[in-house]
């Protein structure tokens, strides 16, 4: 670890506008915790004399003397910004904790300031109505009419009254986004732990599965037991091969009631405040419902086309996962006599399907998927497509020393494009998931110069073993690719204007990523990282074509499951001052038995850890993952139908029109000008197998369950 953890310093090297560093990366070998708030706080200040030379400059107001000056104004208070919050979900270290709840109401009041200060206003508000006799290009325009926005949305119009109460519903809901997540960590990491000492109930595990369970036990003090945990990289192949139901179930039980237990981490009354407060922001600002406001901004454009667009493919989703039900039920009998599956079964029962179905299970496969290869694949995928090479960077200080290291990005020519941080595993002090952000961004200066993109990836990949590198699953495999492709995007980004440089809805921000995974199912793709962890064989041909068919299996509950967290993010934000909810199991439980949602699925978050929603930027938007799979399945077509999925041609048009300059027409705009048309979702329907029936599997399984291997106690059970 660096000292970003603790200790203190006279001296600040947040409060500098560049740092003396290689590539003027943050310095977090000199970076501590109790920096964050004095250099925030002065970059807070050093903005406001910005704007206050904008205020007090009595020439008329133009795009040159108020437009590019308030777009400019944030440069220093972004950048540190960015490098705290992106620390206070990857090092979330109880001093992280207490400097943000000291900085989140600072940074709010501040933000409220800008926006709500009329002077200001009538600045830029006169640029807007001047606009088009202003001799503005249409990057320009954009950028004036989305500022104008940004403070009509902000309050700018509101009476003094309304200002008031505004502000201060700003305030407790950053207080109140930041205890959610805080209670959703402390319960992840405390509310319960499974401790096995007995060998029998490691039954159906894979080896590598219970090293990694016998390493966690031992750091914990527990040596000779093998440890679970609620993070998916534990709990979730526990599921997925653990013979033992009384145990899947125990566990299955414990994640689905994360920050759900009463006492001090509970999220209910946190998110009924959260979602109550939303909705008076929504009222005061003349929009029907939360939903209806935060939805504005995006390509979908209203509540009811998101709905429209989740209703479409709801009923198509739920066919297919009860049909995958019955299948199931039909397996599970004939394998041991049941016909009982519960939620928390699923993953055991379809994981030993997909074998019977496929020949192939995720021990075999996930042999083949060692971390360091599936990285090298996917560095020479983007290689392929844009021309880019990354290079390892050990010159560059990181803030966990463990688990980051760093990639320097080069064009084809040579030109240095930008770097990525790459934060590889879970950690007690890390939130769950995987997400892309940046410690600094690209923009284009007016002098010719640029500043350079300083992207950094966070995944939760399981730790490697004595023996090896991490072996991923192929969810994690797909997680890799995915936020990599945020990373291209940000690495292409161009522009010379902050408010349109890479700066897209939300709802077209994950198609880059989600676009990238296509690649990582491709034959071609998947022989150049499957190679097998201990012989460093690539895996058979037969293997990959059972994968590759094997990519709708289970889709059916994969898609409605994140249908169903998307519709409970609407239902949320779509309610008013009026409703009156005080019970988040009624209606969470309410809201799914509206739509149908079968028992043996829960929406992929329940309420309580729902982070997305009550604490990150996907408030009444976790439907943009489905509208960004319209996009992405359709954008990969046009490699598939041009023959070669790196065309060259192909590639170059994406890149310009949706990466680098994405932000600056609207969305679909660039779209169109991409791919020649709109998107078709019938390429969704059929990436997904929701327009065809499942595969009928030749059953082969005996009648009786076989009797399982059991592991020894053995510490290392390779050894065996």
Same mark, same amino acid.
């Given at each position: 670890?660096?000292?970003?953890?603790?200790?203190?310093?006279?001296?600040?090297?947040?409060?500098?506008?560049?740092?003396?560093?290689?590539?003027?990366?943050?310095?977090?070998?000199?970076?501590?915790?109790?920096?964050?708030?004095?250099?925030?706080?002065?970059?807070?200040?050093?903005? #406001?004399?910005?704007?206050?030379?904008?205020?007090?400059?009595?020439?008329?107001? %133009?795009?040159?003397?108020?437009?590019?000056?308030?777009?400019?104004?944030?440069?220093?208070?972004?950048?540190?910004?960015?490098? *705290?919050?992106?620390?206070?979900?990857?090092?979330?270290?109880?001093?992280?904790?207490?400097?943000?709840?000291?900085?989140?109401?600072?940074?709010?009041?501040?933000?409220?300031?800008?926006?709500?200060?009329?002077?200001?206003?009538? =600045?830029?508000?006169?640029?807007?109505?001047?606009?088009?006799?202003?001799?503005?290009?249409?990057?320009?325009?954009?950028?004036?009419?989305?500022?104008?926005?940004? @403070?009509?949305?902000?309050?700018?119009?509101?009476?003094?009254?309304?200002?008031?109460?505004?502000?201060?519903?700003? $305030?407790?809901?950053?207080?109140?986004?930041?205890?959610?997540?805080?209670?959703?960590?402390?319960?992840?990491?405390?509310?319960?732990?499974?401790?096995?000492?007995?060998?029998?109930?490691?039954?159906?595990?894979?080896?590598?599965?219970?090293?990694?369970?016998?390493?966690?036990?031992?750091?914990?003090?527990?040596?000779?037991?093998?440890?679970?945990?609620?993070?998916?990289?534990? @709990?979730?192949?526990?599921?997925?091969?653990?013979?033992?139901?009384?145990?899947?179930?125990?566990?299955?039980?414990?994640?689905?009631?994360?920050?759900?237990?009463?006492?001090?981490?509970?999220?209910?009354?946190?998110?009924?405040?959260?979602?109550?407060?939303?909705?008076?922001?929504?009222?005061?600002?003349?929009?029907?419902?939360?939903?209806?406001?935060?939805?504005?901004?995006?390509?979908?454009?209203?509540?009811?086309?998101?709905?429209?667009?989740?209703?479409?493919?709801? $009923?198509?989703?739920?066919?297919?996962? $009860?049909?995958?039900?019955?299948?199931?039920?039909?397996?599970?009998?004939?394998?041991?006599?049941?016909?009982?599956?519960?939620?928390?079964?699923?993953?055991?029962?379809?994981?030993?399907?997909?074998?019977?179905?496929?020949?192939?299970?995720?021990?075999?496969?996930?042999?083949?998927?060692?971390?360091?290869?599936?990285?090298?694949?996917? *560095?020479?995928?983007?290689?392929?497509?844009?021309?880019?090479?990354?290079?390892?960077?050990?010159?560059?200080?990181?803030?966990?020393?463990?688990?980051?290291?760093?990639?320097?990005? *080069?064009?084809?020519?040579?030109?240095?494009?930008?770097?990525?941080?790459?934060?590889? +595993?879970?950690?007690? %002090?890390?939130?769950?998931?995987?997400?892309?952000?940046?410690?600094?961004?690209?923009?284009?200066?007016?002098?010719?110069?640029?500043?350079?993109?300083?992207?950094?990836?966070?995944?939760?990949?399981?730790?490697?073993?004595?023996?090896?590198?991490?072996?991923?699953?192929?969810?994690?495999?797909?997680?890799?690719?995915?936020? @990599?492709?945020?990373?291209?995007?940000?690495?292409?980004?161009?522009?010379?204007?902050?408010?349109?440089?890479?700066?897209?809805?939300?709802?077209?921000?994950?198609?880059?990523?989600?676009?990238?995974?296509?690649?990582?199912?491709?034959?071609?793709?998947? =022989?150049?990282?499957?190679?097998?962890?201990?012989?460093?064989?690539?895996?058979?041909?037969?293997?990959? %074509?059972?994968?590759?068919?094997?990519?709708? +299996?289970?889709?059916?509950?994969?898609?409605?499951?994140?249908?169903?967290?998307?519709?409970?993010?609407?239902?949320?934000?779509?309610?008013?001052?009026?409703?009156?909810?005080?019970?988040?199991?009624?209606?969470?439980?309410?809201?799914?038995?509206?739509?149908?949602?079968?028992?043996?699925?829960?929406?992929?978050?329940?309420?309580?850890?729902?982070?997305?929603? +009550? #604490?990150?930027?996907?408030?009444?938007?976790?439907?943009?993952?489905?509208?960004?799979?319209?996009?992405?399945?359709?954008?990969?077509?046009?490699?598939?139908?041009?023959?070669?999925? *790196?065309?060259?041609?192909?590639?170059?048009?994406?890149?310009? @029109?949706?990466?680098?300059?994405?932000?600056?027409?609207?969305?679909?705009?660039?779209?169109?000008? +991409?791919?020649?048309?709109?998107?078709?979702?019938?390429?969704?329907?059929?990436?997904?197998?929701?327009?065809?029936?499942?595969?009928?599997?030749?059953?082969?399984?005996?009648?009786?369950?076989?009797?399982?291997? $059991?592991?020894?106690?053995?510490?290392?059970?390779?050894?065996?």
């Amino acid at each position: 670890m660096t000292a970003l953890v603790c200790g203190c310093s006279d001296s600040n090297p947040l409060n500098s506008h560049s740092f003396d560093t290689k590539h003027d990366v943050p310095p977090f070998n000199e970076i501590y915790v109790s920096h964050f708030k004095p250099a925030i706080v002065n970059a807070i200040n050093e903005a #406001d004399q910005a704007i206050q030379l904008i205020t007090s400059n009595r020439n008329e107001p %133009t795009f040159e003397n108020t437009i590019i000056p308030f777009d400019r104004r944030n440069e220093h208070l972004d950048r540190v910004c960015n490098i *705290f919050f992106n620390l206070t979900e990857a090092e979330k270290t109880d001093s992280i904790v207490e400097a943000a709840e000291e900085i989140m109401p600072i940074i709010s009041a501040a933000n409220d300031d800008v926006y709500m200060n009329a002077e200001l206003f009538a =600045r830029i508000k006169h640029v807007y109505d001047n606009r088009e006799s202003a001799n503005l290009d249409s990057t320009q325009r954009r950028v004036v009419e989305l500022y104008y926005k940004d @403070f009509v949305r902000s309050g700018a119009t509101l009476d003094a009254t309304k200002q008031k109460e505004l502000r201060e519903i700003n $305030q407790k809901l950053s207080l109140l986004s930041l205890t959610f997540g805080n209670n959703k960590i402390a319960e992840t990491n405390n509310s319960y732990s499974l401790v096995i000492d007995t060998i029998s109930d490691l039954a159906g595990l894979p080896d590598d599965i219970i090293q990694s369970a016998a390493e966690a036990a031992e750091k914990i003090g527990k040596k000779g037991k093998w440890l679970f945990t609620l993070h998916k990289a534990s @709990f979730i192949p526990f599921l997925m091969y653990a013979d033992n139901a009384k145990l899947r179930n125990e566990i299955y039980t414990a994640y689905s009631k994360i920050a759900n237990n009463g006492g001090e981490h509970d999220n209910k009354n946190v998110l009924l405040e959260i979602v109550k407060l939303r909705a008076k922001k929504a009222q005061i600002l003349g929009y029907k419902t939360y939903a209806h406001y935060a939805i504005e901004e995006n390509m979908t454009a209203t509540p009811e086309a998101a709905d429209s667009l989740l209703n479409l493919l709801w $009923q198509p989703a739920l066919k297919r996962a $009860q049909a995958e039900l019955s299948e199931l039920k039909t397996f599970a009998y004939r394998y041991n006599r049941t016909t009982e599956i519960t939620a928390a079964d699923w993953w055991y029962w379809s994981e030993k399907l997909r074998k019977q179905k496929y020949g192939i299970d995720e021990t075999t496969i996930s042999e083949y998927f060692v971390r360091s290869n599936v990285r090298d694949a996917m *560095f020479n995928v983007a290689n392929k497509l844009y021309g880019i090479t990354l290079k390892k960077a050990d010159d560059i200080p990181v803030y966990d020393d463990n688990d980051c290291d760093v990639y320097e990005v *080069f064009e084809a020519n040579g030109d240095y494009l930008g770097l990525v941080y790459f934060d590889w +595993f879970t950690r007690a %002090t890390k939130s769950s998931g995987a997400w892309h952000s940046v410690f600094g961004s690209v923009l284009e200066n007016f002098d010719g110069s640029r500043t350079f993109d300083q992207s950094t990836i966070v995944y939760n990949f399981p730790h490697p073993t004595a023996d090896h590198d991490a072996l991923l699953s192929w969810d994690d495999v797909q997680t890799m690719f995915h936020e @990599f492709g945020h990373g291209l995007h940000s690495l292409f980004t161009r522009g010379f204007y902050r408010r349109t440089a890479g700066n897209v809805p939300y709802d077209f921000v994950e198609m880059p990523s989600q676009l990238l995974e296509h690649w990582a199912l491709e034959p071609e793709v998947i =022989r150049t990282y499957a190679r097998h962890y201990k012989t460093g064989e690539v895996m058979p041909d037969e293997t990959i %074509t059972k994968l590759v068919e094997s990519a709708t +299996f289970n889709q059916g509950f994969a898609m409605t499951e994140l249908l169903a967290a998307a519709i409970l993010d609407l239902r949320w934000h779509s309610l008013t001052t009026a409703d009156n909810i005080t019970n988040v199991e009624e209606f969470e439980q309410k809201a799914m038995d509206e739509i149908g949602l079968i028992k043996e699925i829960l929406p992929r978050y329940k309420s309580t850890y729902f982070s997305h929603i +009550f #604490d990150g930027g996907y408030a009444a938007g976790y439907y943009v993952y489905v509208w960004s799979s319209l996009l992405d399945c359709d954008a990969f077509a046009a490699w598939k139908e041009s023959g070669d999925i *790196f065309n060259q041609e192909v590639s170059a048009r994406f890149r310009n @029109f949706c990466l680098a300059y994405g932000g600056e027409d609207d969305p679909m705009k660039q779209y169109i000008r +991409f791919r020649g048309q709109k998107p078709d979702i019938n390429y969704l329907l059929t990436f997904r197998g929701l327009n065809q029936k499942p595969r009928r599997p030749v059953y082969t399984q005996p009648t009786q369950q076989p009797q399982q291997t $059991q592991p020894t106690g053995n510490q290392d059970p390779k050894a065996e």
